[in-house]
């Protein structure tokens, strides 16, 4: 498989250092797996594909411990592999077909968004006692920002700036980040999220770093690490264990409900389709309830003043 080749083309079209990591590693397991069946990457068939699922069904899950991987990860697993037969094919001109095309995709079950309840939320960001860990969670939830995004952060992406909105002078954050895809989109940020982050900046003082977020050695801090300091204040504070990106549903859902037009949230979130944008969050009944009866009371007004 010449994978290099494929992933340069993928270099060659600004996709992000984080995509083109996965597709590797999306790759390398259906290269073992060809491996493992003595194939050549032109010998696959429809079948092969189905081969290629129940091989995927028997490789240990790292996050649960025991066979299987989730749907999610087959599907995008699968994907990885078309997206490289489809490359394939293009380079020989139609020779080599895309054997995924005949493939039924693995059906995803319907499930609702991943966010997290408000008390489990409220729980964490109170009993947080590191501001600099304080900060990077709270910006997470005020934001919307993905973690490879805020990973990126700098000392002088976010920019303090006052406006006035609705009649009042508003204190708020505006950053810019490198998204998926490799652009460019905006980002808010509220004013007691903005005064943990300077908490935190206070607290560390001047050191030359451009990085926003450090770690004890004085270098940016990882994906990886964000991803464990979460883990390790959901086990000390007894709270179950949640995943850096449930705090993007807690964003979407918070934003939601609170009245925001679907169109706005979509950019906050920076989706270019609002229907991966809906699945991020759920109304809550409180709020239908609301909406119902606010909407049938106009109705009704309507009918009596005609």
Known sequence: MDIEAFLSNLNTRQCSPGT?????????????????????????????????????????????????????????????????????????????????RLVRRVRRPARLPESVPEPTIEQLLQGIVSPRDKAIFALFVASGLRLSELHQLNRGTIKVSKRVIDGELRTLGVGRVLGKGRKERDFLVDLPTLKLVATYLLARGPDGIEALFISARHQRMSTRAIKERLHYWCQRLGIGRIHVHALRHVFATRLANAGIPGLVLQQLMGHENFAVTQQYFRIEESRLAREYFAAMETIGGEKHSG
């Open 20 to 100: 083109i990591a996965q597709y590797e590693s999306d790759l390398r397991v259906f290269e073992a797996f060809l491996k493992e069946k003595k194939l050549r990457v032109t010998q696959v068939r429809p079948r092969t594909i189905g081969a290629y699922v129940k091989f995927l069904a028997g490789r240990h899950n790292c996050k649960t411990g025991v066979k299987g991987l989730a749907i999610a990860t087959v599907r995008r697993r699968l994907a990885s592999v078309s997206s490289f037969y489809e490359y394939l094919r293009g380079a020989s001109d139609g020779k080599i077909a895309n054997p995924l």
